[in-house]
């Protein structure tokens, strides 16, 4: 299983990045998970805007 393998970036990451595919049945989504990757060491890289709801 996944969860087994990645174990470590499933339960510490706190940015991770999920490869694998959605599954929609009767309203509800799925995440299908075929790897799990840490990607923590990018947060500092990410351009983020500004979002003033006042």
């Known amino acids: ?3 087994d393998v990645c174990r470590e970036a499933l339960l510490s990451a706190r940015l991770l990045e999920v490869r694998g595919r959605l599954q929609r049945q ?11 990757r840490d990607r923590t060491a990018l947060l ?11």
């Open 44 to 54: 500092g890289t990410l351009l983020t805007r500004s979002r003033d709801f006042h």
């Open 26 to 36: 009767d309203g509800v989504t799925h995440i299908i998970a075929r790897r799990l």
């Open 1 to 3: 299983r996944v969860g």
